[in-house]
């Protein structure tokens, strides 16, 4: 089963200790060993990069190129590429809230929608090259930031300002969107909680408890479709 995991920084692995490493017990990895000791073969495929949003240009993103970090650039070609896909699990929308992008739960959500657009429509499903079915896809909305957020001694504070209020009101008015949509949904807040040190990033305990729990969705769904 070819799963993939198309995310930001808390899917790639950046951890609340500001080292900047690649952690290796990231959440996606815990989700397909955990599944794999359920008796499912998972080829799990990490697409994943820190900084990336769901449909905005980023003016500060790295090498000078505002679209790199625009989640909805590389999305088609990454889709086509790793065509055949089983499950596709999409967790982007926590950049989005940063000042800079002015956006609200609502405009989040609509970001995450036409992404979830792209990978409804993209064949990367079972048909073959010349086919037109779609990858299933989950919809993963993405914890709520921590307190540290909000208070103006925090470092990256002027960067996130508002952008709590966001992660909270987001779970309300995603969930809704998808189940119009007919797309799987899965409130992160059920597994994850934001690190006191880091208001952004994880601890390597919350990346292993996240795993475990979208590793318990998935396989609910795989026992479902048998």
């Known amino acids: 089963m070819r799963v993939l995991v198309y995310g930001d920084s808390n899917s790639w692995g950046y951890l609340d ?7 290796d017990g990231r ?13 499912h073969a998972i080829e799990l495929i990490e697409e994943c990069l820190p900084g990336r949003t769901t449909t905005a240009d980023d003016p500060e993103g790295p090498t000078g190129t505002p679209s790199l970090l625009n989640g909805a650039v590389p999305l088609p070609a990454i889709l086509l590429s790793q065509q055949p896909l089983d499950h596709i699990l999409l967790m982007l929308g926590t950049n989005d809230m940063k000042l800079r992008f002015a956006r609200d739960a609502a405009a989040i959500t609509a970001g995450i929608m036409a992404l979830a657009g792209i990978i409804r429509t993209a064949p990367a ?5 010349d086919g037109t079915e779609p990858a299933p896809l989950t919809v993963i909305c993405p914890p709520r930031l921590g307190a540290r957020a909000d208070d103006p001694d925090w470092i990256r504070f002027d960067e996130w300002r508002g952008g709590r209020t966001a992660s909270v009101d987001l779970p309300a008015v995603l969930e809704p969107a998808c189940a119009d949509a007919g ?5 992160g807040n059920d597994h994850a909680v934001s690190s006191p040190l880091d208001p952004i990033h994880w601890s390597a305990a919350t990346h292993e408890r996240f795993g475990a729990g979208i590793a318990g969705h998935l396989a609910d769904r795989l026992a479902g479709a048998a």
């Open 183 to 187: 797309i799987g949904f899965i409130d």
């Open 17 to 23: 200790d500001g080292s900047g490493q690649r952690h």
């Open 125 to 129: 499903g079972h048909g073959g090259w």
């Open 27 to 39: 959440w996606p990895v815990v989700m397909a060993n955990s599944l794999a000791a359920r008796g």
